[in-house]
C-alpha cells in the first residue's frame, strides 16, 4: 500500500508527457492517490484524458477549466462534487503562462501592462483562486495544496523577465495561504524546480543555455526529471510532511545554493 493510499488529489495544469504535472500525477498514482484532472481547452483534453487511462484512474473525473474564468473553476468543484469523492484532499496548482513577447529580451523593452496582468493572473492569482474554491471540499481532511515555482522568484533568470515577478508572487501567495489555512489543518506549499525540457519551457528564450547552465552549475551536475519532482510532490502532499507548510521546496540538484560556479582547472 502506497504512502498516499486513500487520498484523492486534484492536478491542475498537465499539458503534455514531459509536463511536471504528469510526473506528479504518475507519483501519486504510484503511491496510492486518486486523482481527478483538469484541462484547459479541447486541444489538452484527450492528452489528459489518456493520461488517466494510462494510469488507471477514473478518466471521467477530467474536466475543462481555463483558470482565468472563475466560472469555470467553481465548476470544476461543483462537477467533482457530485461525482463519487466525498471530499478532497490535495490540490495541485502546475500553471504559469506570460504571453510569449514577455519572455525575450530585456524585462524593461519586454514588459507591458497588458503582459504583467496576464502573467500574474495565471501564474499566481490562479492559485488563491482554486484553493478558495476548493475549501469547502477539504474541510476536515487534514489538506494539502502544492504549487510549482521557480527561482527566478528570488534570482534574475536572462529572458524570464515577467514570470520571475509572477513566480515572487505564486510564492508570496503560498505563505499567505498558509498562514491564513492552517488553523483548518490545511498546509500550503510548493516546489521550485530546476529547468525541465516541458512545452511551457520552450517557450522562454534561450531556454537550451539555461539547461546547459544549471547541467554546469548544479552540485549534482545534471539537472532534474519530473520523475523526481514527482517524488517530491508526493511527500509534500502526503501524512508524511504533515508538520510543513508554507515552505518553498527546491527540486534542482543543487543549483540554488551556487552563487557562482568553478571551472575543473580552477584552483
Request: hydrophobic share 45%; charged share 20%.
Amino acid at each position: 500500500m502506497g504512502f498516499m493510499a486513500g487520498k484523492k488529489a486534484l492536478i491542475v495544469g498537465v499539458a503534455s508527457d514531459r509536463s511536471i504535472a504528469t510526473g506528479i500525477a504518475e507519483a501519486f498514482a504510484r503511491e496510492g492517490a486518486e486523482l481527478a484532472f483538469t484541462y484547459q481547452n479541447d486541444k489538452l483534453e484527450r492528452r489528459v484524458v489518456k493520461l488517466a487511462e494510462r494510469l488507471g484512474q477514473n478518466s471521467e473525473l477530467c474536466f475543462p477549466c481555463d483558470v482565468a474564468s472563475d466560472a469555470e473553476i467553481a465548476a470544476v468543484f461543483e462537477q467533482l462534487g457530485k461525482s463519487s469523492w466525498d471530499g478532497l484532499d490535495v490540490l495541485v496548482h502546475s500553471v504559469g503562462f506570460a504571453p510569449r513577447d514577455q519572455l525575450e529580451g530585456g524585462f524593461a523593452e519586454a514588459v507591458t501592462r497588458e503582459g504583467f496582468a496576464i502573467a500574474h493572473d495565471i501564474s499566481s492569482y490562479s492559485l488563491a483562486a482554486l484553493t478558495k474554491a476548493a475549501l469547502p471540499m477539504m474541510q476536515d481532511r487534514q489538506a494539502a495544496v502544492l504549487a510549482l515555482t521557480y527561482n527566478a522568484a528570488v534570482r534574475v533568470v536572462p529572458n524570464y523577465n515577467v514570470m520571475g515577478l509572477a513566480k515572487a508572487s505564486l510564492e508570496s501567495c503560498v505563505r499567505f495561504l498558509a498562514a491564513d489555512l492552517g488553523p483548518q489543518g490545511i498546509r500550503v506549499n510548493c516546489i521550485s524546480a530546476g529547468p525541465v525540457k516541458t512545452l511551457a519551457a520552450a517557450g522562454i528564450g534561450g531556454f537550451r543555455k539555461m539547461l546547459a547552465y544549471a547541467e554546469k552549475a548544479a552540485p549534482l551536475k545534471r539537472t532534474v526529471t519530473i520523475e523526481e519532482i514527482g517524488n517530491a510532490a508526493a511527500f509534500l502532499c502526503s501524512d508524511l510532511a504533515s508538520g510543513i507548510t508554507g515552505e518553498t521546496t527546491f527540486v534542482d540538484a543543487g543549483s540554488n545554493i551556487m552563487a557562482m560556479t568553478f571551472d575543473e582547472d580552477s584552483g
